[in-house]
């Protein structure tokens, strides 16, 4: 328990640094949601008169564009960060248990998400027609819904993170994801003025998270049988759950096979060596270690061990010339 309780200290530390890294590319798509929702609740009045009129769950579709940028785009991050300092490598070769390990990790990006999300809610509730819409809200709706999106951003974050070779992709796939919600899908631009344009709809489609804010709005306005606004369901509110739970479903399977790829199997390539029982016998030690110090002390010797014997033997000449000087 001790060394459990130390390793999820570390992986907060080690998270909470790589939020420091880089503060701005981190709330910088808060920002921009938020400054988005503003506009829309400061005057929202404003473009009625031309027919432009602000969706009622447009508070609902910022607090689950807010959960996709921190539980997917900021969350790749923070993935990244640790398979660069090969992390997973160290931590994944000893006895300690994958499940705890990503478990701190989500732990953290959903507490980081928690508190990002609060202080957007608590901001809108500056407006009193806010404070109204929040008395006749179907929560029930509203949570299942945001509690989806929140595993989907997550599963997302760690299947882009291990499929992609560089950051630099990583984050273009998630900044499609971010945008598209914030512009497709009822933030950015109204959903009542995106349904007149079919091509935009059918687009809209392609984008996972769609199904679940779908959930979110209606539950917001409390129309659980879509009837108000029925986002091309026929109201049908059944459908959005189902595909929802499918690609989550496909997603896990996806991250079955990615992790079973990356962690199970890396220790087989120790047998490719001639003296393979050395590698197997440091293979035994590593798993069988329980604090991060240790693991690190294994590591060196694994190194050492894939040195090549010419190495080693200049090591131990050079040894045995310091034993002399003594």
């Known amino acids: 328990m001790r060394n459990k309780w130390s390793l999820f200290k570390q992986i907060w530390v080690l998270q909470f640094e790589n939020y420091k890294k880089d503060i701005f590319n981190l709330f910088s798509g808060w920002i921009i949601t938020l400054i988005t929702l ?4 400061t005057f929202k009045e404003t473009g009625s008169d031309q027919g432009l009129n602000y969706d009622k769950f447009v508070l609902a579709s910022a607090l689950g564009v807010c959960g996709i940028r921190n539980c997917l785009f900021n969350f790749i ?80 974050a760690f299947i882009i993170s291990f499929l992609t070779k560089k950051l630099e992709w990583a984050h273009v796939i998630g900044n499609v994801y971010y945008f598209g919600s914030v512009y497709l899908l009822g933030l950015g631009i109204p959903y009542n003025e ?10 809209s489609y392609i984008f996972p998270q769609r199904y679940v804010l779908n959930i979110m709005a209606s539950g917001w306005i409390n129309d659980p049988k879509m009837q108000e606004v029925d986002f091309g369901y026929h109201d049908q509110l059944w459908i959005p759950y189902l595909v929802a739970l499918v690609i989550i479903a496909i997603s896990f399977m996806i991250l079955y096979f990615i992790f079973k790829h990356a962690f199970e199997f890396e220790n087989r390539r120790y047998k490719q060596y001639i003296n393979k029982n050395k590698h197997l016998g440091i293979i035994y030690s590593i798993k069988r270690t329980t604090s991060i110090d240790e693991l690190n002390e294994l590591v060196k010797v694994k190194d050492s061990v894939n040195k090549s014997y010419k190495e080693l033997q200049n090591q131990y000449k050079e040894l045995r010339k310091k034993q002399h000087k003594e």
Not at 38 to 41: A, Q, S
Not at 95 to 120: D, E
Not at 194 to 203: E, N, P, V
């Open 194 to 203: 995106l349904q007149k344009i079919d091509a935009i709809i059918y687009i």
């Open 77 to 156: 991050r923070t993935i990244y960060e640790y398979k660069n300092t090969q992390f997973f490598d160290k931590v994944f070769s000893s006895n300690i248990s994958k499940s705890f390990v990503f478990f701190t990790m989500i732990l953290f990006n959903q507490v980081a998400n928690i508190i990002v999300t609060m202080v957007l809610f608590l901001i809108a509730m500056l407006y009193s027609d806010q404070r109204a819409a929040v008395v006749d809200v179907n929560w029930w709706l509203f949570l299942s819904g945001y509690l989806l999106l929140l595993i989907m951003s997550n599963a997302f």
């Open 38 to 41: 503003l506009v829309w609740l």
